[in-house]
């Protein structure tokens, strides 16, 4: 491609691919009703499918790729974690996500965690300290 469009209008037709991707990865989960373990391995496959794909343009930064797809697993395998330890992880990276994405990660039903009854109430107390 490199030699048919200049490497201003590549990076102007592809260099905001990986932020809608990855955006479009965090908002999918406020849709999902439950997921599994094998749902969250093959979301994490898929996101780093794409980030070797976008790589490989040599218009896009690859260190911002990186770093957005890396945020994108990190947020699906939080869903992997005991409640405790997901509230711990909160407790010491509160603006690592936003409070709906933390929230939304409580929305989704994922077999085998256990969510008590007052875990919003508990999750937006910490998030209340910010």
Do not use: W
Request: glycine share 4%; aromatic share 8%.
């Amino acid at each position: 491609m490199a030699p048919f469009v200049a490497g201003v209008k590549r990076n102007y037709i592809f260099g905001g691919i990986c932020s809608i991707a990855a955006n479009a990865f965090m908002k999918a989960l406020a849709d999902m009703k439950s997921i599994n373990l094998f749902g969250v391995q093959q979301i994490c496959r898929h996101s780093i499918a794409l980030e070797q794909a976008l790589a490989a343009i040599p218009s896009i930064d690859s260190e911002t790729v990186q770093q957005r797809l890396d945020r994108v697993r990190t947020y699906y395998k939080l869903l992997n974690m005991p409640f405790e330890a997901l509230l711990a992880f909160i407790t010491e990276h509160e603006n690592l996500f936003t409070a709906i994405e933390y929230t939304n990660l409580l929305k989704v039903q994922v077999l085998g965690r256990e969510i008590s009854a007052d875990a919003r109430d508990r999750l937006s107390e910490i998030l209340s300290h910010r």
